[in-house]
C-alpha cells in the first residue's frame, strides 16, 4: 500500500522504521509537527520522525493544522490507502480523515478500551496496572473509541518508569503496526469495535498533577515517581525550592517518620509518607544536574525536624 505516517516524537521513529523496512509498502510521506524551539538558544528544531524521514529521503509534510487546505490538498494529490500514525500530537478533522481509502490508523500505547487519551502509559504506570500494551485501531472523531485491528501485551515491572515502558512498547507497537498495514492490505484483518465496558481516560500529565502528595501511602509515591519520569518530572518543595524527584523506593520496615519527615544518614536518605517511608535514591535540585540523594543531603545538611512538601 502507499502511505503517509504521521509522528512526532522519538517514540514514533521505530514504528517508521518497522515501515520503511517492512518491503510491502511505500511510504510516500511523513506528516509531523512544526519545528518547535528547542535548547537554551530556543532554535528551531525539527521532529525527530522529520529528522528520520529526511535521512530516508521522503517528503516531510508539517502543516500548523492538518485542516489547512495546502495540506488536505498535498494529501489528495499523494492519494495514500492508509494513513499509519503514531503519537501525531494534533487533532485530525473529518475533512482529512476521509482521504485515505483505509482510513487513518493509529498506534495506542495501551490495551484500549484503557487509558483512551494523551498519556496512557503514565496513568498506567500511576494506577499500578501490572499489564498494559499496545493497540491498533482506526480513527474516528471520538477520544480514541475507534474499531481495534490488533493487539500486543506488556508486562509492566516493578520498577519501570513511564520512559522504561514506553521504550518497550514503541518497539513492540512498531511490530503490531506493520503487521496491522499487511493485514489491511491482505483484507485478512478486520476491526473489531471496543467493548463499552472497561473504559478508562488518560489525560495529560501536568506539573502541577507530578507533585508529591508525602500523605499518600509509600507504593502511591513511588508509582508518581515513576510514572513522571522522564516527563513532567515528579517534585516536592524543600526550604521553599523546587526538588525533583528522580529514583525512589518504598522502605516497608521504616515506620517511624511522618510523612515529609526526612532523616539522612550517612548512605541513606529517608522520608516518611503516609504509610511507611521511602528512600530517595536521586534527586535534581532547582537548577542542577541529577545527583544521588546522599550526596544532595551531605550538601545542604539537613537538620532534625525538617520536611518535604
Given at each position: 500500500?502507499?502511505l ?111 487509558w ?42 516493578p ?16 511490530g ?34 507530578a507533585?508529591?502528595d ?24 524543600f ?13 516497608p ?5 511522618a ?16 504509610s ?22 551531605r ?11
Open positions: 500500500m502507499k503517509v505516517f504521521a509522528g512526532t516524537p522519538e517514540v514514533a521513529v521505530p514504528a517508521l522504521d518497522a515501515l520503511l523496512a517492512s518491503g510491502r509498502h511505500e511510504v510516500a510521506a511523513v506528516v509531523t509537527r512544526p519545528d518547535a524551539p528547542a535548547g537554551r538558544g530556543r532554535r528551531l528544531v525539527a521532529s525527530p520522525v522529520a529528522e528520520r524521514a529526511e535521512e530516508a529521503g521522503i517528503e516531510v509534510l508539517k502543516p500548523a493544522k492538518p485542516r489547512e487546505e495546502g495540506f488536505l490538498a498535498r494529501l489528495r494529490e499523494i492519494a495514500p490507502d492508509c494513513c499509519p500514525v503514531v503519537a501525531y500530537g494534533a487533532l485530525l478533522p473529518r475533512v482529512a480523515l476521509d482521504i485515505p481509502a483505509h482510513g487513518w490508523v493509529n498506534l495506542h500505547f495501551s490495551l484500549l478500551p484503557a483512551r487519551g494523551a498519556a496512557p502509559v503514565q496513568h498506567a504506570v500511576m494506577a499500578g496496572d501490572s499489564l498494559t500494551g499496545a493497540s491498533t485501531f482506526l480513527i474516528e472523531e471520538g477520544l480514541d473509541s475507534g474499531p481495534v485491528y490488533g493487539t500486543v501485551t506488556e508486562e509492566i515491572r520498577t519501570d518508569t513511564s520512559g522504561d515502558l514506553l521504550t518497550r512498547l514503541a518497539l513492540a507497537g512498531s503490531l503496526l506493520a503487521a496491522t498495514m499487511d493485514g489491511i492490505e491482505d483484507g485478512s484483518l478486520k476491526a473489531v469495535p471496543q467493548p463499552a465496558e472497561g473504559v478508562s481516560l488518560a489525560p495529560k500529565i501536568d506539573v502541577e498533577d507533585r508529591v508525602w500523605t499518600a501511602p509509600a507504593l502511591r509515591v513511588d508509582r508518581v515517581v515513576r510514572g513522571c519520569t522522564p516527563a513532567p518530572g515528579a517534585w516536592t518543595v526550604r521553599g525550592e523546587r526538588l525533583k524527584l528522580v529514583a525512589v523506593t518504598p522502605v520496615e521504616r515506620t517511624d517518620l510523612p515529609g519527615d526526612v532523616h539522612a544518614g550517612k548512605k541513606n536518605v529517608y522520608v516518611g509518607t503516609g511507611y517511608a521511602v528512600e530517595l535514591l536521586w534527586v535534581q535540585p532547582q537548577g542542577k544536574k541529577p545527583m544521588a540523594a546522599a550526596d544532595w543531603a550538601g545542604v545538611r539537613i537538620t532534625a525536624g525538617e520536611k518535604l512538601g
